[in-house]
């Protein structure tokens, strides 16, 4: 049998297996891209979360991959894409046997109440045009013990819902469902999502707070809105939103 190529996808595939990060290469190669295109590694030495923190992204252990999507809609929307990727990861998971995972607003993919995956979504574009986006997912499928050492928070791996077989598999699954999810999005925003959300959202219903800054605000999660802002209930029982930027959610 012939080896498969990848030159007959439809789309770009690169395959790399040591990189800095997945999306600091896609971004630079921004008008080379159609939408779908993706970058898949084996390993990252730079790989980064949001506002410049680090993400582990050790050899072999990670699904770590970045896709290129142009919002005709712009910058204004593309806040509420995080959120549409998030389920679009967890839809690609179930659809491949892997049940029980859940989101945690705005960008993390949680099992067991711990981080499976971080998405990050970069964009360049001015405003009121059209922006180009790059998506990047990284998700554990089981790490080795000298990359858990340096994680900061709970960690946790996809083998502990079975064995990963073909990585391959996932990672079809995964861009298949992201370009159909953001076809969705493009049409009907975010709002489409928001049942999804809300069948999917770990927080829903529990205490939490709001760290912005210095700022921090308590409250119980209620879901989103439909523009994807978190909505949280206060103590007087007045509902207030939280829309992107520089907010973290934690666990009370
Ligand atoms: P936020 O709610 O503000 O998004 P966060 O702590 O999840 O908070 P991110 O910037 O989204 O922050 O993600 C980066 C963080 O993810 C790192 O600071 C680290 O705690 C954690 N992290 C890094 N690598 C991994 C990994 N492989 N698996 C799970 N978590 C990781
Ligand atoms: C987060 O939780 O803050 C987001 C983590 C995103 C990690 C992925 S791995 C592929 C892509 N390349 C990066 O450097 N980051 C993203």
């Known amino acids: 049998q012939a080896r498969l190529r990848k030159e007959l996808a439809a789309n770009r595939v690169d395959l790399v297996p040591v990189i800095g990060s997945t999306n600091v290469h896609w971004m630079s190669l921004l008008d080379e891209l159609k939408n779908g295109d993706i970058c898949v590694a084996e390993c990252q030495t730079e790989g980064r979360g949001r506002r410049g923190r680090p993400w582990v992204s050790p050899f072999g252990g990670q699904l770590i991959m970045s896709m290129y999507w142009q919002l005709e809609q712009g910058m204004s929307v593309a806040m509420g894409l995080s959120l549409a990727v998030g389920i679009a990861v967890v839809e690609a998971l ?3 046997g892997f049940a029980g ?5 705005p960008n993390d993919v ?3 109440g ?3 995956a971080g998405i990050l979504v970069e964009l360049s574009g001015t405003a009121g045009g059209p922006c180009q986006l790059v998506i990047g997912i990284g998700l554990n499928l089981v790490l080795p013990n000298t990359e858990q050492a340096r994680i900061d928070q709970p960690w946790a791996e996809l083998t502990e819902l079975g064995p990963v077989d073909d990585r391959n598999a996932l990672v079809v699954a995964l861009s298949q469902q992201l370009q159909r999810s953001l076809a969705v999005f493009e ?6 999502f928001s049942q999804q959300w809300n069948r ?6 529990k205490p939490v707070r709001i760290l912005m800054g210095e700022q921090v605000v308590l409250g119980i999660a209620r879901g989103i809105d439909s ?5 949280l209930e206060l103590e007087s029982g007045k509902i207030k939103r ?6 973290s959610l934690r666990a009370e």
């Open 101 to 105: 995972v859940e989101l945690k607003w």
């Open 200 to 205: 999917l959202d770990y927080f829903n219903g």
């Open 110 to 112: 949680y099992l067991n």
């Open 242 to 247: 939280f829309l992107g930027g520089e907010i």
């Open 187 to 192: 049409q009907e925003g975010i709002a489409a």
């Open 94 to 96: 179930e659809a491949q």
């Open 114 to 116: 711990r981080k499976l």
């Open 227 to 231: 523009q994807g802002a978190l909505l």
